[in-house]
């Protein structure tokens, strides 16, 4: 791809076009395309070849958005809540590439909850982002598996259980990178994608990521709330009003809470973790969770890190050469082998 | 006197599960293997680690006839709980041999008896009292040795395969062995007439099981990675690459050019498989009928999207968990349809041990060559159990990998390329792979609608063409899969068609209606779908065709009758299914008792 001499370029040789995505086809204002608009960001800052990435999603309206960031990168949108065995597999075709997977709290808390964990626990080298707005978007409205409890939802009901916490999931199964933030916090986004690219192991990123158009009740963790008023049953919603993604304006300094704004005027409590607050520590990482939870906070950061463990690929001892690209005499035995093997049967 | 009967009888063996009896049996099997007669074992063994009955069922046969028989001439018991049915088993002039512990009335006049000092021999035995109850089985192995004639030589040769030179464990089995062999002849009689005779009919065979023989058929073929979930019959599958890709396919310092996981699901399974085909490697996943269940839905996103994946399903009995343990051919409409919407896979139906070596690398060709899961069918009969197999024959191709497009290709084309296009009118398309530093090498693998720069799209031509060209590639893999093995004879009035493990059945069975004067078949064995043209030659040429399964429904006449409506009625099923390998005698009876309807 050509670029013009004016526009900027990384150390790649490359400008933020070459990252760019097709057009989103999700809601406009949805939380899902400011972070597919970071990682485009977090990946030009890197200088990161976008044919040296993989990217890999399920079902859902999340699945959908790796179309929409690094055209250049192969991706491969699998089966619902199963993209953590399609990443983990396609993982060693060539171990030299990096790849970032995007799930929904739907197709990884629910769904995909085994997958998920098993791919956490064997530190699968990828950065698994959860999208996580508390609600099944794309089937129009249902609760997920991350909804609060007592959440109200048009046509669903209160929610009777309590909220799965990816967070709180993924450290439970040894994971070796976890981090919370909110799709309107732009920067904070960016920098764990940063951080989350330069990982060795599985990153675990839990986006709150609103749905503008279904979990629209007040003061619900996960929501715009835009139309409280609206009575049309879910499944005839044919409109849906354009509305500015949320953003956050100004310093978020570490250890404030902060109360953010929806559409409606109502808000979430934001907590961002202390400039002192020590990520390598699980037993941290759990009690913060913990008390967030007591507080009602969305606690945002990196919550946990572990540098130190192998990754799933380095446990191999695999060949240097990318396995695809190994030629046939490196991957059949030679003639002569035959015979042993048959003077090994009885 | 009574006529002796060398060479040409079946023994059936019952011990308690978990009791170790398995040694003794395949040492049996082998030590005869190894005087040259031909043999087949069958193990009937209960879902259960230890406790319940097991069986296991040896048949030498000078004819080289190796199906599973009904009759046992030679039975040995060691286990109280199944005395009564193993008695009532024997042959009426067979012979019974028990352990003498077991204190159960006999009934029988018609046969031979001979008590068994089973217990004591073993507490005579110079082992630790807990392996007591294993070198227990070894006294049924001695006596038997003795009253039947087995060479000590080949029984040692067996105990040395088996323990792999180990001297110590080789020497105290065969230590019990020789005992009980010297005590049988001095305290048995023999009054049966069956007993064996060094032949040579097997010099040009080995022993090996099916899963053993698949797993190294894909490490010829190049495997890269392979995910599997363990499951009753397919885990040794698996755990045989784990025996051998170590041996053959590391470099010399060591490294690894292949990977195998152990997935927390069969979901799982199939999905890393299939990630790893997408990315390019030589790829599969092995399971039964339950993983298969749940394999479904990746299946037809590997069909959809066009990712190689070979799929290998060693069949049990089902539906549900069914029995565990014991075979059938209850799976093939299931993989045939396998997944929502339209399609047909691509089965293999490999027939005898070397037949899954060969299949082996021939799947994962397969799967490159269409970018398609390749399903291969076996079974618990075949895939478990020890047979007499023609040795691993070296692939005689070289690795197909398929229309992949590398960076020099794409260089040529000036990077202009479409995934999903059929340029060569064979319906395959091209593709690459992730690592391919080209930047028009990416496209997005997806199981939405999509056209053919893989881009989503819901256009109505679209989508009906994109169906079509994989219809066409079905048809292309008409002409690329195995092609059937046909015996035909001079004079056949009706046609057999049969696949896979059945095939030793059917052929006794095709001697035993010439001896009964019944009627004169052509035989087809099936080795592949879709079928190739010479399957529709084969039917075309015949009145009656008797499509002989192990299953309840006749599932190959189901999908023959579908896919060629216009002979269906000339489809007869002669299908059974109890767990157990069908027998000749069953085969031969079922298709005289439908000839005389006719």
């Known amino acids: ?346 | 006197m009574i006529e002796k009967v060398i060479n040409n009888f079946s023994i059936t063996i019952a011990t308690v599960n978990g009791s170790g009896s398995q040694t003794a049996n395949v040492t049996l099997l082998r030590a005869l293997f190894k005087m040259g007669i031909p043999v087949s074992g069958k193990n009937l063994f209960p879902s259960n680690i230890q406790g319940l009955p097991t069986w296991y069922t040896i048949r030498v046969s000078k004819d080289g006839y190796i199906a599973r028989r009904d009759e046992q001439e030679v039975v040995v018991t060691l286990n109280p709980a199944s005395f009564g049915r193993d008695l009532a088993s024997v042959q009426p002039g067979g012979a019974f041999f028990y352990a003498d512990d077991i204190k159960l009335p006999i009934v029988r006049t018609d046969i031979s008896v001979y008590p068994m000092p089973v217990k004591l021999m073993a507490r005579d035995a110079n082992v630790s009292p807990s392996l007591r109850d294993y070198i227990a089985n070894m006294v049924y192995v001695g006596i038997l040795a003795q009253m039947l004639g087995i060479e000590m030589e080949t029984i040692q040769q067996a105990l040395s395969f088996h323990f792999k030179g180990r001297t110590e464990a080789i020497d105290s089995n065969f230590n019990t062995i020789k005992a009980a062999a010297e005590w049988a002849a001095q305290n048995l009689k023999k009054s049966d007439p069956y007993s064996v005779a060094r032949m040579d009919s097997t010099s040009d065979y080995v022993m090996a099981d099916g899963n053993t023989a698949a797993a190294l058929g894909a490490i010829y073929g190049g495997l890269q990675f392979a995910a599997w979930y363990p499951i009753t019959p397919a885990s040794t599958l698996a755990e045989s690459l784990n025996v051998f890709l170590p041996q053959l396919r590391k470099t010399a310092d060591g490294r690894q050019t292949y990977a195998v996981l152990q997935a927390e699901d069969e979901l799982a399974a199939i999905g890393m498989a299939i990630g790893a085909g997408w990315g390019g490697l030589r790829s599969m996943t092995s399971t039964s009928g339950p993983g298969i269940s749940l394999m479904a839905e990746y299946a037809g996103l590997a069909y959809f999207a066009e990712v190689p994946v070979v799929i290998w399903d060693v069949q049990r009995i089902g539906p549900s968990t069914g029995l565990p343990t014991r075979t059938a051919q209850g799976d093939l409409t299931e993989i045939f349809f396998l997944s929502h919407g339209d399609k047909q896979n691509i089965i293999l139906l490999p027939g005898s041990v070397d037949e899954c070596f060969e299949f082996g690398w021939k799947a994962l060709d397969l799967a490159e060559h269409l970018q398609s899961p390749v399903f291969v069918l076996s079974d618990l009969d075949l895939g478990m159990n020890q047979w007499m197999t023609k040795p691993f024959k070296y692939p005689d191709t070289p690795l197909e990998r398929g229309k992949v497009l590398w960076e020099a290709d794409l260089e040529k084309l000036n990077g202009i390329w479409s995934r999903y296009k059929d340029s060569d009118g064979d319906g395959i398309p091209f593709r690459t792979v992730p690592g391919n530093k080209h930047s028009s090498a990416a496209w997005f693998g997806r199981g939405t609608g999509h056209d053919e720069n893989a881009r989503y799209t819901e256009d109505a031509n679209t989508w009906e063409s994109n169906m079509a060209r994989l219809k066409n590639k079905y048809d292309t893999a008409r002409t690329l899969v195995p092609r059937p093995i046909i015996k035909a004879a001079k004079g056949a009035t009706i046609g057999i068609i049969a696949y896979s493990s059945t095939e030793p059945a059917v052929e006794e069975a095709i001697a035993l209606l010439k001896k009964a004067g019944g009627p004169k078949p052509a035989f087809l064995r099936l080795r592949a779908l879709p079928c190739t043209t010479e399957v529709h030659k084969f039917i075309k040429k015949f009145e009656r065709i008797y499509i002989v399964e192990a299953n309840r429904d006749g599932q190959l006449r189901q999908i023959l009758s579908a896919v060629l409506p216009e002979h269906a009625l000339k489809f007869h099923s002669i299908c059974h299914s109890d767990g157990l390998p069908l027998t000749a005698g069953w085969v031969k009876d079922t298709i005289l008792a439908q000839e005389e309807k006719i």
């Open chain 1, 1 to 346: 791809m050509t670029t013009p001499a004016t526009t900027q370029i990384n150390k790649a040789g490359l400008s933020k076009n070459d990252y760019r995505g097709l057009p989103s086809t999700l809601c406009q204002g949805c939380g899902h395309n400011s972070i597919a608009s970071q990682i485009t960001t977090a990946c030009y800052d890197l200088d990161i070849v976008p044919e040296e990435i993989m990217k890999f999603s399920g079902i859902g309206c999340s699945s959908k958005s790796p179309a929409y960031f690094l055209n250049r990168s192969f991706g491969f949108n699998g089966l619902h809540g199963r993209m953590s065995s399609l990443a983990t597999g396609a993982l060693f075709a060539d171990t030299s590439l990096r790849a970032i997977g995007i799930s929904g709290d739907g197709d990884t808390a629910s769904i995909g909850m085994g997958g998920f964990k098993h791919m956490v626990r064997r530190n699968a080298p990828l950065v698994y982002i959860v999208e996580n707005n508390g609600v099944y978007g794309l089937t129009k409205g249902q609760f997920s598996a991350t909804a609060e409890e007592g959440l109200n939802l048009k046509h669903q009901g209160i929610n009777q259980y309590m909220p799965v916490d990816i967070c709180m999931e993924a450290l439970a199964s040894n994971a070796t990178f976890v981090a919370r933030s909110f799709a309107g916090d732009a920067k904070q986004v960016k920098e764990l994608l940063k951080s989350a690219l330069s990982h060795h192991g599985v990153a675990v990123l839990d986006i709150i990521s609103p749905c503008v158009t279904f979990n629209n009740q007040e003061n619900a963790f996960h929501s715009y709330t835009w139309g409280k008023d609206h009575e049309a049953p879910l499944h005839e919603i044919s409109f849906i009003p354009a509305l500015d993604e949320i953003e956050l304006f100004g310093e978020f300094e570490e250890g404030t809470v902060r109360e953010v704004k929806m559409h409606d005027g109502s808000t979430i409590l934001l907590k961002k973790l202390e400039k002192d607050y020590d990520p390598t520590s699980r037993a941290n990482a759990f009690q913060m969770l913990e008390s967030a939870q007591l507080n009602n906070w969305l606690v945002t950061g990196l919550l946990y890190i572990d540098e130190s463990k192998p990754t799933l690929t380095e446990t191999f001892n695999l060949v240097e050469t990318p396995l695809n690209r190994l030629a046939d005499l490196d991957l059949r035995p030679a003639r002569e082998t035959i015979d042993k093997i048959n003077s090994m049967m009885f």
